[in-house]
């Protein structure tokens, strides 16, 4: 097997493997040691946690990684590897059983093969009769060298070691005022065991930034000069090369006449001093982010429908089971660690305190939300037992998982708080409830004034709800902002080629691939921002209104306004809800945690996400009032507590696909879930019906993106696009 791979893929100068992989990389070395054509090439191996072979001592110089923490490949294994190499080197690492990544590793890596490269190179000149000489080269290959040779006496370079065949052929652009492309540009060709029956390995080899620019056209050109197989190439391959150069001579003098000026700073550097990408990260301009965050509400406002393109975000497992995760965001003491108490109805309770950060580090935990139940639609609700419990108003309880950040304070962005740290957390979440402390007696710190009017000190929940989004914003656009440099560099060598124009894309939609994010899905909220790809000619706006529509598309936002069942809080509930409509909920989680606390001692039955409550008759007078006072203050005016209502509409922003598995389309007789038998997170939690029921087993899926450009790559995103 690996004979034939050299010889299709071939040669190689060095091999690397990994674990059982490293087996496969000895193998290679002891055929190299007894000099089998194939892997004469072979100058150097590295392995990384790799088991010893059992192979002779070998002479090609090694390179070693292990670990003593790894539980799967022994450092005393690694070590009887590496014994069987003369020349080896060897590095211990932390990782385990894994590549190395950290920075030293990597130099040590980049050192090791300079050493390598520098034993070899400059690579000493042959002759075609030394090709004639090597018993190795078969003849069809002698008979092409000998052809160049004659064909490109002047600008051929055969090297040594004969085997296998490497050459170049300096490629001439005639007319040329740029005498340096000329000396600079060639083509390489490496020629496999078995050239012709497989193909050459060519590449260009150039200096020169005009022919760097146009070497994806250029070398495009080249390969569909390939003759096929059986059949040599290097002549058809070389001409198409020189022909391609001598039809685009005039972009490459004014490439060449722009390389030129390298040497010191262009005038665009000039004029880049003072920009709005090199500033410090905590200037920006207020009044273009206001605009910003305008216009994005107007493209993509929060009380309007998601389109299904907002289910792509944050993975690729279309078709499979989505285990959705809610992040709960706000200032210290709003009231998260309250409502994910609530939301979770975990034994474990997270710690609650009147005081800020009282959560530090993140809490995760399964939750239930309200998902709507086919069998409300299909006349079935006697018949249907959902596998995980009923909820009110016939949806049916479905599990999710919600984390719980610590507050987030203004300023998070550039460190203040627990700054990056807290908006780190986020990054696995598929959508956000903001928790807002909706009597508005606490500041922006999350300090409580008490119910006084009129201090100043306490916030307005409206404001709160702008400054939230505000910190998630700043820190993308920062981040973004500071590689900035990157993309106008693409987008500069764009300018100089039609086939580089999605260089420019390719890299300012990779910079929100860190939120989980794909990158098509970058391209499609550029898309509706209705912005063209002109980079060079963009101001601090446009990469406003990028990041504030990728943020309402990421992470979409639903507001907890909490602390509904205080006396100030109905007033700000009214206008916050003016504003954002069905994107605002008015919680109570105190109200839902003491409900779930009185249900466990069996003082009285609720049901989650209603207003009905039931007393038992052994309830004591103090839980009568309290339910009594919930009724008037939360339940009747508006309709619940809120905690499973706010979760429900974070998911359902999302749009996801509800699927319900059946035997047959005739009885809907549920097929077991497969969570269910196992304990999984599907199925795991208690409670969970079992046995035959119609409906009972439901999934929750991202749908499979069918829009033009949902599932396109980059390139040919952006050619649709123009």
């Not at 989505?322 to 979770?344: E, H, I, R």
């Not at 912005?531 to 990028?546: S, V």
Request: contains cysteine; aromatic residues 8%; glycine residues 8%.
């Amino acid at each position: 097997v690996l004979e034939e791979a050299v010889a299709h893929l071939g040669p190689f100068d060095g091999v690397l493997g990994f674990s059982e992989g490293g087996l496969a990389a000895q193998l290679a070395c002891d055929l190299a040691e007894e000099d089998a054509p194939s892997f004469a090439s072979l100058r150097f191996c590295i392995l990384v946690a790799s088991p010893p072979l059992g192979m002779r001592p070998s002479r090609i110089r090694s390179l070693h990684f292990a670990s003593s923490k790894d539980t799967v490949v022994s450092i005393e294994d690694s070590k009887r590897c590496a014994s069987q190499f003369s020349d080896a080197d060897w590095v211990e690492h932390e990782g385990g059983h894994g590549v190395p990544h950290r920075s030293e590793d990597v130099r040590l890596l980049a050192t090791f093969l300079e050493k390598c490269r520098d034993d070899w190179l400059p690579l000493q000149q042959a002759s075609a009769e030394d090709i004639e000489q090597e018993t190795r080269i078969n003849q069809e290959q002698k008979d092409e060298v000998e052809t160049l040779s004659a064909m490109f006496a002047e600008e051929l370079t055969i090297f040594q070691p004969t085997y296998p065949v490497r050459l170049a052929i300096k490629l001439d652009v005639p007319g040329s005022d740029a005498a340096s492309v000329a000396e600079a540009a060639a083509l390489r060709f490496v020629f496999p065991p078995l050239y012709p029956q497989a193909p050459c390995v060519c590449d260009l080899d150039t200096e020169s930034l005009a022919l760097q620019v146009h070497r994806r056209e250029l070398m495009e050109a080249v390969e569909a000069a390939r003759e096929p197989l059986g059949f040599p190439s290097v002549t058809a391959m070389v001409q198409e090369a020189q022909q391609w150069i001598e039809e685009h001579q005039g972009q490459l003098k004014a490439g060449e006449a722009g390389d030129s000026a390298q040497g010191g700073p262009s005038e665009d550097e000039d004029a880049d001093e003072g920009a709005w990408w090199l500033v410090e990260e905590a200037e920006v301009d207020e009044k273009l982010l206001l605009a910003a965050e305008k216009k994005a509400s107007e493209l993509l406002p929060d009380k309007a429908e998601k389109s299904a393109w907002a289910r792509q975000c944050g993975a690729g497992s279309y078709g499979k089971p989505w285990t959705f995760t809610v992040g709960l965001v706000g200032k210290p003491s709003a009231g998260k660690s309250t409502l994910f108490n609530a939301g979770t109805r975990s034994e474990k309770e997270a710690a609650m305190a009147p005081h800020p950060f009282t959560t530090i580090d993140p809490n995760v935990e399964p939750g239930w939300f309200a998902a709507p139940c086919p069998s409300v639609a299909l006349k079935c609700q006697d018949e249907c037992e959902p596998e995980h419990g009923r909820a009110d108003h016939g949806r049916r309880r479905f599990p999710l998982l919600v984390k719980d950040v610590a507050g987030l304070v203004p300023g998070a962005y550039l460190g203040r708080g627990r700054g990056n740290a807290f908006l780190n957390d986020l990054v696995d979440a598929d959508s956000l409830v903001h928790v807002v402390d909706a009597s508005g007696r606490s500041d922006a710190e999350g300090v409580d004034h008490g119910a006084s009017k009129g201090s100043g000190k306490a916030s307005d929940p409206l404001e709160e709800i702008g400054w939230v989004r505000r910190e998630i914003h700043m820190w993308i656009f920062s981040n973004v902002r500071a590689k900035w440099d990157t993309v106008r560099r693409k987008a500069k060598l764009a300018r100089q080629s039609v086939s580089l124009q999605t260089l420019a894309a390719e890299r300012l939609f990779a910079l929100f691939t860190g939120y989980h994010a794909s990158q098509q899905l970058a391209a499609q909220v550029y898309e509706a921002t209705g912005h063209r790809l002109d980079i060079l000619n963009w101001g601090e706006f446009d990469l406003h209104l990028l990041v504030a529509c990728f943020l309402r598309v990421r992470f979409p936002i639903v507001v907890a306004l909490n602390k509904a069942d205080t006396s100030e809080a109905t007033e700000h509930i009214a206008r916050v809800q003016a504003v954002l409509e069905n994107a605002a909920v008015p919680v109570s989680a105190r109200s839902e945690l003491w409900l779930l606390q009185q249900q466990r001692k069996g003082h009285l039955s609720y049901l989650e996400g209603g207003n009905s409550v039931t007393l038992a008759e052994t309830a004591p007078v103090e839980v009568k009032e309290q339910v009594e006072m919930l009724k008037q203050r939360v339940l009747e005016p508006y309709g619940n507590t809120g905690v499973m209502e706010v979760l429900s509409r974070a998911v359902l922003q999302r749009s996801p696909v509800f699927c319900c598995p059946v035997l047959d389309f005739s009885s809907l007789e549920s097929l077991p879930s497969v969570a269910s038998t196992s304990g999984g997170y599907a199925g795991g939690y208690a409670g969970a019906t079992k046995g035959k029921s119609k409906l009972a087993t439901m999934l929750m899926l991202r749908f499979m993106p069918r829009s033009r450009t949902s599932n396109c790559s980059v390139a040919t995103w952006f050619g649709q696009r123009c």
